[in-house]
């Protein structure tokens, strides 16, 4: 793909960026700055992001959103699946974003029901 | 292969060859090909370290008190720091990565094979930094008690909450066997090295200490482990049958065997691809060098590689949040 080509605005164009190296610059300090966020998060462990919230602590709620958010500026920016036509974007995507979900879903299910029958079952799994 | 510039169909001629579905050549696509089969390769892994997760999640090892070393800095509690700084190397070998694509469109190969220098250099670093931290994750810190059922015992200052080695407080007993080495005894039989110490030497020297007591894996509504009394401690050592040092993948002292197992795999197979990275890209810089690319006209073959490290380190970012930060 020829140079003039790239797609050089990333935050839905909030950002426009002069050059393609410009740009790659400005990703990295973004990453940078999302992965400090998540070790100092790490660290510190606030007590208030530490309550329950859909089954899982809101911390690690947090966790998974900025993985995701670093996930997709490292595969549209650094992958150039920005610079792809759609049909390619498609393909690529749309596997992993139906499939992964769906796997997600069934095993960590099934994982907390053998947790409840290892728990509440007559048998001793602690001897 | 020609460059991937954006030639004009003539509609006349779809069925002639020389159509590129997608607007990308051959090569790439097939690396995208690859790059989604991998990814739902290791998306199985880590789904089913969660599912294991699940299932134990009150027992589960928590990763701040396994992952505390740092370079350097002997006996300083450190968790997460390493980590985070192996990936901001992968995460700056990934931008080095682009720019060296970069380069290669404006066809400057004295830049491409800098930047893919750096990039090898990245690699390299985190694969050296990958086998640092298995090595502290095998040889392990305090070593633990394991009783018949598989559960860990860690031991504990009740004074001061402070985690303490079993080799500290275990007291020797004169005449407990030593490791059998091939050179006694019969001939050709040996066995795998014993711990330091025994399970009696360490039941000693905790009945003689009287401000020991033992952590269990369970985890309280806190998320922190249990702590027992010391009457209960008493009670609970009289379960214990083997002394765990370190952890392999049959025994592992911090905590829940499977988190052992899982930390080997995928860690593992993540390093593997690293590795490979490292090698792919060896040969493509020697290609820059030797000006493969410069003849070919374009540098198609580094955006390639490119996409592959990339994924690798996309694949790092979620390794990084289940096994450390979740």
């Known amino acids: ?127 | 292969m020609e460059v991937a510039t954006s030639t004009p169909t003539d509609q006349t001629n779809v069925w002639g060859g020389g159509m590129r579905p997608l607007n990308a050549s051959y090569g790439k696509l097939m690396m995208w090909f690859f790059i989604v089969s991998d990814a739902l390769t290791f998306s199985g892994f880590l789904v089913s370290y969660g599912f294991s997760r699940y299932k134990n999640i009150d027992s589960w090892p928590i990763a701040d008190e396994v992952f505390t070393h740092f370079p350097f800095l002997h006996g300083v509690d450190a968790p997460m720091y390493y980590v985070a700084l192996m990936t901001f190397i992968l995460i700056f070998s990934s931008v080095t990565m682009v720019l060296a694509v970069d380069a290669g469109h404006h066809m400057q190969k004295g830049k491409v094979t800098l930047y893919m220098f750096l990039t090898i250099i990245g690699g390299a670093i985190f694969v050296g930094s990958q086998a640092w931290e298995w090595k502290n994750f095998i040889k392990g810190e305090y070593g633990a008690l394991e009783t018949k059922g598989g559960q860990i015992l860690q031991f504990l200052d009740q004074n001061t909450g402070k985690r303490i080695a079993l080799g500290e407080f275990a007291q020797p007993i004169a005449g407990e066997r030593t490791t059998h080495a091939g050179s006694n005894g019969v001939w050709y039989v040996t066995e795998s090295e014993l711990p330091s110490v025994s399970v009696a030497e360490v039941k000693a020297g905790f009945e003689s200490n009287e401000n020991l007591v033992i952590r269990i894996q369970k985890l309280d509504e806190n998320g922190h482990k249990t702590v027992l009394s010391r009457a209960e401690s008493l009670e609970k050592i009289n379960a214990a049958t083997t002394v765990v040092e370190g952890a392999n993948l049959i025994h592992n002292e911090y905590g829940n065997r499977l988190f052992a197992d899982f930390f080997f795999f995928i860690t593992g197979f993540h390093g593997f691809h690293v590795f490979s990275g490292v090698i792919i890209n060896l040969i493509i810089f020697f290609n820059v060098i030797v000006g493969t690319y410069e003849k070919r006209g374009h540098y198609e073959m580094v955006e390639k590689v490119g996409l592959y490290w990339h994924f690798v380190d996309l694949v790092w970012v979620f390794v990084f949040t289940f096994f450390y930060l979740v």
């Open chain 1, 1 to 127: 793909m020829a140079a003039d080509q790239h797609n050089l605005a990333i935050f839905r164009g909030l950002l426009k960026f002069k050059s393609n190296q410009q740009k790659i610059w400005g990703v990295l300090i973004f990453l940078s700055i999302v992965t400090i966020i998540e070790v100092f998060l790490g660290i510190v462990k606030p007590q208030f992001l530490m309550v329950p919230f859909l089954r899982m602590k809101l911390l690690n709620w947090i966790f998974i959103i900025l993985t995701l958010v670093k996930a997709y500026y490292i595969a549209w920016d650094f992958m150039h699946i920005r610079d792809e036509t759609s049909g390619l974007k498609g393909s690529i995507v749309l596997p992993l974003l139906i499939l992964i979900p769906y796997l997600v879903f069934i095993i960590l299910l099934e994982g907390d029901y053998i947790f409840d029958v290892m728990r509440d079952g007559f048998v001793s799994w602690n001897f």
